[in-house]
C-alpha cells in the first residue's frame, strides 16, 4: 500500500522558537500513526501544517497525494480533524453541528441523514441528539467531535490527545468506535498523545521532543531498544534458583528485595521453558515488560508526564483491548 | 458549486444561531421601543415646536426610519461578535479546515449577519401603528434591499475588526467607541442642524448618514420647506438612489477589506 503521508525536513518556527524542527517521517495507508511526546514537544503544529492551517517555515509535506502549502482544498478534503480544544457551536444541537459538517463536506443528500444517524449510534449520542450541546458533559462532546471528524468518510482521521481529560471508561469507548470504523472505512489514524498506554495503541509510533523526532518504530521495537523483559522469582531459596538458571540457560540472574530477576529478550516465550522442569521451590513469578516511558526515558534523559497514571490492572485491560482491536485489517 | 455550498452552509449557520437564542431576538426589541417611549412622548412635542414648520413636522415620524436604522446597525456590527466568539470556543478551527475558501467564509458570515441584521430591522415594523404613520407594501418592499445593503455594509466592517482582534473585550470596546459616533453624528435621531455646524463634515463622511437617509426617504415624505430634513452633499439633495450608491460602495470596500483580513490570519 502507498505512503498516504510523507514529511520532509519539515520546520516551523515561531520567531525564537523552533516547534517543529526538521521533521521527517511517512505514514502508509490505512496504519495508525502516533505521535508521542511531552507538552510543547511540536505535536499539534506538526497537525496544524498538515491540516493547512499553518504554513511550515521549510520543508515540505504531502497527504494524499497534495502539496500541503499549494493544495489546501484537496487536502481538507481528505482529512478529518478532532483537535485538541474544543471546536463544537455549543449553541447547535449535536445533529446540527453534525449536519453542517456534513453539508460543508459535501456528503451526498441521499446518504447525509443515515450517515449521520450511523455516527451518533455509532458514539452513543443518538439518544441526544437534539439536546444543546452546551448541555453535554465533557466527554459527550469529545465523542461528539470524533463523530464528527468521520463523518465524511475522510482518508486520514487527525486526532489531536482525543482522550484528553476522560475516565477511563469512556477512554476504552472512544477507541473501540475509532479502531472500528478505522477497519471499517480504512481510515489512516494519526493521533497525538502523551498517555504511554494510548500510544501503544498505534502500529508506529514517532517519540518527539523538543520539536525533533528520536525514535519512529513499532512500539515493540521501540520497547526492545531499551532491552529485554525482566522476569523475577519469588523463592525461598535464592543461591539455589540463581545457581540453576546459570546452569539450565547460562543466564547470571541477579537478586533483590522483590526476589530473584533476570532479563530475557522475550520474556512471554522464556516462561514456559522455566518453569517447567525448575527444581527450586518458586512462590511466584512475575514479567515485566519494558514501557514507553522507559523508551522515552533511555531516549531523552527525562521523563514524560504519564498521567495514565500507574495503575497495572487498568494497563492490562488496556493493553488486552488494544490487542485485541488492532489485529487484522492492516496490510503492509 | 463547492463554493456555493460553503456560502450556503455558512449562512444558514448564522440563521439557525439566531433562531435558537431567544434571548437575543427578545433584546432586539428594548432599545427601540425605549427610545419611542422617551423621545416620543417626551421629547416629541418641543422638537415639532422647535422645527418650526406650522405643525407639518411629526418627530416620531422622523425618528422612526432613524430607529430602524439603528437596530440594523447594531445588529449588523454585533454579528462581528460572533466571529470573536468562534475563535474563543474553538468552532473557527472547524471552519478553516473546511474546504471551502476563507473568502467564501467571509462572505457567507457577511450574508448570514446582514440578513439576521435586515430581520431584526423589518421586526421594528411592528411599532407602525404605535407611531401613527402610514406605510404601504410597497414602502416596505423598498426598505428592504435598503435595509440590507446597510446591513451588508456594516456587517462586514464588523467581520474586518473581528479578523484583526482576539479577545472579546477589545472587540466590545472598540464597537461602542464606533457605534456610538455612527449613530449620533448622522441624522439618526435628530435633523442634523441641531448638530454643531463643525460636525457637519463628519455626518457627511459617516456613511450611516445615507443609509438613513435612504430609509427616511423610503418611509416618509418631508414637509414642504423644511430644510435640513433630508441629506445633501456638496449642496445637492440627495436621492434614495444616491444615497444607496454610497452606501453600496462603501460595502463593496468594506467586503473587500474583510475579505482581505480574514484571509490573511493564521
Ligand atoms: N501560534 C503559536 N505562536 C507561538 N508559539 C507557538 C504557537 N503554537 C505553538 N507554539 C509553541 O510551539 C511549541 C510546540 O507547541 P505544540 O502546541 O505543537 O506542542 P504539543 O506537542 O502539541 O504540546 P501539548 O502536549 O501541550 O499539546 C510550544 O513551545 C508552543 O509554545
Ligand atoms: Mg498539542
Known sequence: MGKIIEVEHLVKKFGDLVAVDDVSFEVEEGEIFGFLGPN???????INILCTLMKPTSGRATLNGFNVVRQQNQIRHSIGVVFQDPSLDIVLTGVQNLYIHAYAYGVPASVRKQRIEEVLRLVGLWDVRNKTVRDYSGGMRRRLEIARGFLHFPKVLFLDEPSLGLDPQTRYAIWDYLLNVRKREGITLFLTTHYMDEATVAHRIAIIDYGKIVALDTPEALKRMVGGDIITLKTGNIDVAIAEIHDRFGIDAQWDREGVFFEVPNGEEFMPLLVSN??????????????????????????????????TAMRRQWAMRTARSRGGGMSH | MRELRGLYIIWYRDLLRFWRNTGRLLSSFIMPLLFLVIFGSGIASSMTGLMGGGGNFNYIEFMFPGIIG??????AIMSGVSIVWDREFGFLK????????RTTVAIGRTLGGATIATIQGVLMLVFIPFVH????????LLILPLMFIMAFALTAMGILIASRIKS??????????????MIFISPAMFPTEFLPSWLNGAVKINPVSYAIDS?????????PGMPGFGMSLFGHPMSIAEDIAIVAL?????????????????
Open chain 2, 168 to 181: 472579546m473585550e477589545t472587540f466590545q470596546v472598540i464597537m461602542q467607541l464606533l457605534l456610538f459616533p
Open chain 2, 133 to 140: 404613520i402610514s406605510v404601504s407594501i410597497g414602502q416596505v
Open chain 1, 40 to 46: 510543547g514537544a511540536g505535536k499539534t503544529t506538526t
Open chain 1, 278 to 311: 525448575f527444581k527450586t521451590e518458586v512462590h511466584s513469578i512475575s514479567l515485566r515488560r519494558p514501557t514507553l516511558d522507559d523508551v522515552f526515558l533511555k531516549l531523552t534523559g527525562h521523563e514524560i508526564r504519564d498521567e495514565a497514571g500507574g495503575d
Open chain 2, 70 to 75: 439603528m437596530v440594523v446597525l447594531m445588529a
Open chain 2, 94 to 101: 472547524e471552519v478553516m479546515v473546511a474546504p471551502m475558501s
Open chain 2, 250 to 266: 462603501f460595502a463593496l470596500i468594506m467586503v473587500s477589506l474583510a475579505v482581505w483580513s480574514f484571509g490573511r490570519q493564521e
Open chain 2, 215 to 223: 430609509l427616511r426617504q423610503a418611509l416618509t415624505t418631508p414637509p
